[in-house]
């Protein structure tokens, strides 16, 4: 297994979150001969190349078929492989809802989904290729667990993980190169667990993905200001860990953030659980509005879309303050 340790955390960071999938299936592979790996045509964005050649009989290409991948999976699943399916997660999951919903959903065959591009980081190539209403889409379908790293560390957890797991997984890969280091040492992992970061009573900002970076930040500057803060990493979507939303129940203001649209996202399924309590928090939610955001580099896009650190501080900051202290 990989070490854990801040200068592994930050050549993972470098990588992106797609290399360290392609960096980690050798090793998976070699501790299951069962792993089986299953593209369609993004291999090369894995940097698979020499898994390709090392383990020939461990990968599969179906080609520009993001449909056929999935029933692919599913079958191959059920002779006996362990099958993680790639491609973009807007193709992963929207293209290839009803092959999800039947073979995944219904007939609970534990492929495990990877898709790459969870939210704006690949703006650069259109709103095609954004995964805005992945969560939205398998968080619909019965039996499905869906996860969301906050870094390459914390993939780097999940993907070994989910070897022993038996359910069917939606793994959504967000953000581009360099991201984020959030964990530099080993830790505890657990599926449908939340992990707090920081613990306040004033605030609660749970995040989901990359943008938890972003969240740290936005913390930081409201302890600054007197203001404390419970900070949570949201790695795992569904099942919510609704333990850690009763512990914040009573703070005055919770903050979701999310590369996601605001409807049927992280927030949405944090609302739905608050709403059938008898006492919940007054909610701020941060994500895509009902729009597509037009095609430019990530960082304008999350400008453009409100979710850069400095929009996002002065309006938790506002909505603090009408709270009342």
């Excluded at 599969?60 to 599913?74: C, K, P, S, T």
């Excluded at 609970?108 to 980081?121: D, E, H, N, P, T």
């Amino acid at each position: 297994m990989q070490e854990i340790n801040k200068r592994n955390a930050r050549i993972w960071s470098m990588l992106g979150m797609r290399r360290v999938v392609g960096m980690l299936l050798g090793e998976l592979a070699e501790a299951d001969p069962a792993m089986m790996f299953a593209t369609a045509d993004v291999a090369r964005y894995f940097g698979t190349e020499e898994f390709q050649k090392n383990y020939p009989d461990h990968y599969i290409d179906v080609g520009i078929a993001e449909q056929n991948l999935v029933g692919v999976a599913a079958g191959m699943q059920k002779e006996g492989l362990h099958v993680f399916a790639a491609t973009y997660a807007t193709f992963i999951t929207a293209r290839t809802l009803d092959q999800i919903r039947v073979n995944l959903g219904y007939g609970k065959i534990a492929v495990k989904l990877i898709g790459v591009g969870g939210g704006l980081a690949e703006g650069d190539l259109s709103a095609t290729h954004m995964g805005l209403e992945d969560i939205a889409d398998i968080r619909a379908i019965p039996n499905i667990t869906i996860l969301s790293p906050a870094d390459a560390t914390e993939l780097v957890k999940m993907m070994y993980a989910l070897m022993d797991y038996d359910k069917p997984v939606y793994l959504r890969l967000s953000g581009k190169t360099n991201i984020p280091v959030i964990y530099k040492e080993d830790y505890t992992f657990e599926i449908g667990k939340a992990i707090c970061l920081a613990k306040g009573e004033d605030i609660g900002i749970i995040a989901t993905g990359v943008i938890l970076g972003t969240a740290k930040k936005i913390a930081q500057e409201l302890e600054k200001n007197g203001i404390s803060v419970t900070l949570i990493d949201m790695h795992t979507i569904k099942p919510l860990d609704t333990d850690i939303l009763d512990e914040i129940c009573t703070h005055k203001l919770v903050v979701t953030i999310e590369e996601h649209m605001k409807a049927g996202g992280l927030g949405s399924a944090i609302a739905e659980y608050y709403a059938e309590k008898e006492q919940h928090p007054l909610m701020q939610m941060f994500a895509v509005e009902d729009v597509y955001p037009n095609a430019t580099e990530y960082e304008y896009l999350l400008e453009d879309c409100g979710l850069d650190a400095k929009t996002m501080l002065q309006k938790i900051s506002e909505k603090y303050e009408k709270v009342g202290r």
